[in-house]
């Protein structure tokens, strides 16, 4: 679906929405709408790991299970994940069974509670990162400069899989941009909430 068409309810959105329900709603209710619970920023940035090399729409459908699977991603809890855990996440066919991004999402746990420790919140660390205002539109790329500055960051910390892509597709989706297209539904009410949020301090 292009950019500028109309899906079936008549609405118009970014050309990377297909027309499944659970697609549209993720679109509609949470890409590209600012995110500051620490929780939930984990899980973003743990699933967006885990879409590397392959398409949100399958992590998507597989979230639920991820949820199940890594307790609710409560890096609290997750932290404390041995051996056994990742025999039976590799052994759970509801996620994505790669041992690499298992252990780097119980790594980053472990990573998410220092910085918790350090600087208060994983939120007022990750949006530190947030393009400044009046910034030029990185639309339709894959990366940006502040993307490129987070990741270095991170990996420096001690995070893994958290690469530049991964790291710019996580902050579209928790709204440290505004990247839905100019005529798409949701590109006004995005920007609104963006202007409304409370940064994390």
Request: hydrophobic residues 40%.
């Amino acid at each position: 679906m292009n950019a500028n068409s109309e899906s079936s309810d008549g609405l118009v959105r970014c050309g990377w929405v297909d027309t499944s329900a659970e697609y549209m709603a993720y679109h509609d209710t949470e890409w590209g709408y600012p995110e500051g619970d620490d929780r939930a920023l984990f899980e973003q940035l743990c699933l967006e790991g885990f879409q590397s090399g392959l398409s949100w729409r399958t992590i998507l459908t597989k979230r639920d299970a991820f949820r199940r699977g890594f307790a609710n991603f409560e890096p609290a809890k997750v932290a404390r994940f041995g051996e056994k855990d990742v025999q039976r996440l590799l052994a759970d066919a509801g996620i994505v069974r790669h041992r690499g991004k298992i252990e780097a999402v119980i790594n980053n746990a472990a990573r998410a509670l220092e910085m918790i420790e350090r600087e208060g919140s994983l939120g007022a660390y990750l949006w530190r990162f947030e393009a400044p205002a009046g910034a030029p539109s990185t639309r339709g790329a894959s990366t940006s400069a502040q993307s490129e500055a987070l990741s270095k960051a991170l990996k420096k910390l001690g995070w893994k899989f958290v690469g530049p892509t991964t790291v710019y597709a996580f902050m579209q989706s928790v709204g440290m941009v505004n990247d839905h297209s100019p005529d798409c539904h949701c590109h006004a009410a995005s920007e609104k909430a963006r202007k409304a949020f409370k940064r994390p301090a």
